[in-house]
C-alpha cells in the first residue's frame, strides 16, 4: 500500500502498528534526559509514589507512540506531521519489560477552506500494553495533503 | 523556597525557567530514536518539507519542556506528575541553536472531591525562543498534594 492522500482516508479506519518492547535502562535514559525525577529513575523512591513503583515518563510514552506510528502503517503524503494536540491521559503506568502497541483511528477528516490542497485528520491513537491495558490515550490533529494540488 | 503544597499555589502565579540550547546532533538523535523522519534528520529533505528546514520533532520540544519544568521554580510537592493534556500546539519550528525557556503560568485551581488530600492544577506553559517566539503552547494538569493530609 503506498502513501495515503487526504481522498483515500474515512471516518472509522483503524491502523495498528508493531510491539515496541521497553527496558528499565530505556526508561531511566529517557528520564535522566528529560524528565529527572526519582519516580522515572529510582526504584526504592519509585514504590513510595504515587506510581507504585518505576514508570516511564508520559513524555517517553508519548514519544514512543510517535516511533510507533512513524515505522506504521499509517502513513500520510508528506508524512505525520501534527497540527495540535487536543488530549493525551496517561491511563496506567508504562513498567520496565512492557511491550507496547499503538491503534490509531480516524474519527473526522476536514478539508482546510483557506487551502484546499491539504485537510485535517482528526486521529485518536490508544497505546496498548502487552496485557491489551490502555497506557495512553490520545486525540490529535494530522495534516492530510489532497491528490489534487 | 521548598516545594509548594496545594495551599501555596494561587491562580495567575508565574514560574519562569533557565534555558536550554539545542543543537542539531540533539534534533538528530531525539529524532531517530523516537521520530525518523526526513524533516528532523536531513537538512535537504528539510528544505522541500512543510517545516522549510530542519525542524525539532514536536515531541523533543515537549520532552525538553519538561526537562525546563523539573528543573525550575515550579515544583509541587511530590513532583510535576501530569493527571492529562488538554491542549498541545506547536506553534513555530524550533530549529538547531535555539535556546528555550519556559513560562508555567497557573490558571486553574481545584481541590478534589473524591480525595481531599489532593487537588489538580490546571497550568499553561509557554515555551519560548531566543527571539521572544512561542514555540509551543500546552495547558495540562498536574496533581499537587494538600498540606493538611
Redesign the interface.
Known amino acids: 500500500m503506498s502513501d495515503y492522500y487526504l481522498e483515500d482516508f474515512s471516518v472509522g479506519q483503524r491502523f495498528v502498528t508493531d510491539a515496541h518492547h521497553l527496558t528499565e535502562a530505556d526508561i531511566k535514559r529517557?528520564a535522566s534526559?528529560?524528565?529527572?525525577?526519582?519516580?522515572h529513575l529510582d526504584d526504592n523512591a519509585a514504590k513510595d509514589?504515587?506510581f507504585g513503583g518505576l514508570a516511564a515518563?508520559?513524555?517517553?510514552t508519548?514519544?514512543?507512540t510517535?516511533?510507533l506510528m512513524?515505522?506504521g502503517p499509517f502513513k500520510p503524503v508528506?508524512?505525520?506531521?501534527?497540527a495540535?494536540?487536543?488530549?493525551?491521559?496517561?491511563v496506567k503506568p508504562v513498567r520496565p519489560g512492557d511491550q507496547l502497541t499503538v491503534t490509531t483511528e480516524v474519527i473526522d477528516i476536514r478539508r482546510s477552506r483557506s487551502n484546499p490542497q491539504r485537510g485535517i485528520l482528526k486521529i485518536r491513537t490508544t497505546t496498548l500494553n502487552q496485557h491489551g491495558d490502555t497506557v495512553q490515550e490520545f486525540v490529535g490533529n494530522m495534516?492530510a495533503q489532497s491528490r489534487n494540488e
Open positions: 529517557f534526559e528529560f524528565d529527572p525525577q526519582p519516580f509514589s504515587l515518563s508520559g513524555w517517553h508519548a514519544a514512543l510517535m516511533k512513524v515505522e508528506g508524512g505525520l506531521i501534527g495540535g494536540v487536543e488530549e493525551i491521559r496517561w495534516v
